[in-house]
């Protein structure tokens, strides 16, 4: 079973800006398209950017412009590179593969934006 973990996560004014990072148990990335979601308080998880293996990116509206993610396979690790976080931006943010595997759920990583 291949572990997800997520860090980078932090308190920030609204305008900066967070890089967070998912690194994998095990050599697995380069095999699937991932993705990062998101949970802010009170509300569903939502899917906020993909990567494919090959590297084409797709992102929800709200982040479109401002949110980046990447992919180092040899260092097994995905990106979220979020500048000009805003406070709808506080949530918990996952990595998981795509479409999501309910197995490759980890801790998150809490990211919150206040001035």
């Known amino acids: 079973q291949v572990q997800l973990v997520e860090s980078g996560g932090g308190l920030v004014q609204p305008g900066e800006s967070l890089r967070l990072s998912c690194a994998a148990s095990r050599s697995m990335l380069s095999m699937y ?12 998880r939502e899917l ?24 180092d396979n040899a260092k ?12 709808e931006d506080k949530a918990v943010y996952y990595c998981n593969v795509h ?11 809490q990211v919150t934006v206040s001035s």
């Open 48 to 71: 906020v950017a993909t990567i494919s293996y090959r590297g084409t990116t797709n992102y929800a509206d709200s982040v479109k412009g401002r949110f980046t993610i990447s992919r």
């Open 99 to 109: 479409p999501a595997h309910g197995d490759c759920w980890g801790q998150g990583a």
């Open 33 to 44: 398209a991932m993705g990062w979601y998101r949970q802010a308080p009170g509300k569903q």
């Open 76 to 87: 097994n690790t995905v990106y979220l590179q979020m500048n000009s976080l805003k406070s």
